[in-house]
């Protein structure tokens, strides 16, 4: 055989040689590294002077750890040009600085005590949380485990901690504000923190009302803080402004959120009026209508309108019913105005009118009744029939007592004539 072939087959089989062993050491070091995860939020925020607890878990493999040492996390601010150093466990230099650890004996010298790594890394469990949060604390953060046997550091799964501007804190009334009824309003401290705790203050025209502050603890160890402010508003209490302030201590700032009071008033009573002028058989109408309603009358053929108001906050929507039935009507300004053409006996009946808002509602009944216009004719008649018969009476009696008198007269003369005797 060519030694030249000879040599050329020799190299290639040392590169496929080469090829295998590389392959075999990049699939060890990810069936290694495949074992090593951490689950953490890719960001967080927090409000500058207020903490922010970030949850975090993470795996590793269970065949590197040969020795029952204890194992320790370190969180660390990523920062180019920025290391440390681990003197005391002999664990040399980690990129970044050092901010939480549960190994006590780094913590003496180099830990921020505003942090605090919560999490126990026996269990998996890498929180940790950020107490009074500064400019400086903006930035990437990563975990880092060790013992004398094991050591990683999770750098492709860091967490981005933004800093802002603390905000307004949350306000809002509990229900709706009802003028007579008992109303609450809350405010709620911007983010909750762990030992942070607010003062709050509550400024305000308003009269006689009470003030109470509370706190929520979460299962994390942070805190929510509120205060509640309640009275009983009225109509005059509309549009009044109610400032809420929170101050924190440990910053010297405070931060307030203010607004105007809005006060709703369902409707209580509503007003039925109409143009229905037939007063003579109100009387009658009324004995038809049961209970207390409002009666009505008009004319069979007439044309009137039923006209319907009420008052309320916001301005409540009018609807007319009759029986199960819905009416169209016009609103004219505050009113809601029926228009009834040419009425006819079937007309007659309950006519309601209701006022609604999302708060409550109102309504009010009128008895319609209409006068049939053969009922009419023969009240006519019988109206005419007696004025006839009384005139009747009047003729008779003046030709009777005249017929009398006639007679006397003529009865008179002969009287007259009779001779009269004289006495001597």
């Known amino acids: 055989m060519n030694p030249f072939w ?18 075999s050491l990049l699939k060890g070091l990810w069936s290694q590294n495949a ?28 065949t590197d750890r040969t020795n029952p040492e204890k194992l320790y996390g370190y969180w660390l601010q990523y920062k180019d040009g920025e290391g440390h150093y681990f003197a005391h466990r002999s664990y040399g230099w980690a990129k970044g600085i050092l901010v939480a650890t549960n190994d006590e004996k780094e913590t003496w010298f180099s830990v921020k005590t505003r942090f605090s790594l919560t999490g126990e890394p026996e269990e998996g469990n890498c929180s940790f949380s950020i107490l009074d949060a500064r400019s400086e604390d903006a930035g990437e953060y990563y975990f880092r485990i060790k013992n004398s046997a094991l050591g990683y550091s999770y750098v492709t799964q860091k967490v981005q901690v933004h800093v802002t501007e603390l905000e307004k804190p949350q306000m809002w009334a509990s229900a709706a504000v009802l003028s007579g009824k008992e109303a609450v309003y809350t405010c709620l401290a911007p983010g909750p923190c762990i030992k942070i705790e607010p003062t709050f203050s509550w400024h305000t025209r308003l ?30 209490d509309q549009g009044k402004w109610l400032t809420c302030k929170v101050q924190y201590p440990n910053i010297w700032k405070t931060v307030e959120k203010f607004i105007h009071v809005d006060v709703a008033d369902p409707p209580k009573t509503v007003k039925i009026s109409t143009n229905a002028t037939d007063h003579g058989h109100l009387a009658s109408c009324s004995r038809e209508a049961s209970g207390d309603l409002d009666a009505a009358v008009a004319q069979e053929g007439e044309s009137i309108s039923l006209h319907c108001e009420a008052e309320s906050r916001p301005v409540p929507t009018l609807s007319w019913r009759k029986g199960n039935d819905t009416l169209n009507c016009t609103r004219q300004g505050m009113e809601c105005v029926l228009l009834l053409p040419e009425l006819r006996p079937e007309d007659a009946g309950k006519y309601q009118c209701q006022a609604e808002t999302p708060y409550g509602s109102a309504t009010k009944t009128l008895w319609l009744c209409v006068q049939s216009s053969h009922n009419n004719i023969w009240g006519s008649s019988a109206i005419l029939f007696l004025i006839i018969l009384c005139l009747f009476k009047v003729l008779f009696c003046f030709v009777f007592f005249s017929a009398i008198r006639f007679a006397n007269q003529r009865k008179a003369p002969l009287r007259e004539k009779q001779p009269t005797m004289k006495v001597t």
């Open 207 to 236: 009269r006689k009302y009470g003030r109470t502050q509370w706190s929520q603890q979460h299962s994390n160890g942070s805190w929510t803080y509120g205060s509640n402010f309640t009275f009983t508003p009225s109509l005059n």
């Open 35 to 62: 074992a090593y995860n951490l689950t953490v939020p890719a960001s967080v925020s927090v409000q500058r002077g207020l903490c922010v607890h970030i949850p975090c878990s993470f795996t590793y493999d269970q």
């Open 6 to 23: 000879k040599a050329q087959n020799l190299s290639s089989s040392s590169a496929t040689l080469t090829i295998l062993i590389f392959a």
